[in-house]
Nanobody
Framework: QLQLVESGGGLVQPGGSLRLACAASGFTLDYYNIGWFRQAPGKEREGVSCIGSSGGTTLYADSVKGRFTVSRAIAKKMVYLQMNSLKPEDTAVYYC??????????????????WGQGTQVTVSS
């Protein structure tokens, strides 16, 4: 069974930082691109970032460039999203997702095949 599990969410003040983790099992992680998505209540799920199978290619939404960094630890089957300078508008449930690396790294949600269950991030004073 292929599984993705997110962790690391929580409550943080504006300007603070969080590090999210995505743990993979049941497949070879380095064959897959990993995307990060987020969804606030009543809003569409939006793409935040993507990291290529080797970790050498990264892609970010304009709204998070310069603040968020995605990275891979392939031996641990882990992908991380470091979030700095957090803003209230970053509040959402964050998901990681996987798609086969034969396709380009994108932030388009319907191109991804496997999804985690999400972790809540709340940015508030």
């Amino acid at each position: 069974q292929l599984q993705l599990v997110e962790s690391g969410g929580g409550l943080v003040q504006p300007g603070g930082s969080l590090r999210l983790a995505c743990a993979a099992s049941g497949f070879t992680l380095d064959y897959y691109n990993i995307g990060w998505f987020r969804q606030a209540p009543g809003k569409e799920r939006e793409g935040v970032s993507c990291i290529g199978s080797s970790g050498g290619t990264t892609l970010y939404a304009d709204s998070v460039k310069g603040r968020f960094t995605v990275s891979r630890a392939i031996a641990k089957k882990m992908v991380y999203l470091q979030m700095n300078s957090l803003k209230p508008e970053d509040t959402a449930v964050y998901y990681c997702a996987a798609k086969y690396s034969g396709r380009p790294c994108t932030r388009t949600r319907n191109e991804y095949d496997y999804w985690g269950q999400g972790t809540q991030v709340t940015v508030s004073s």
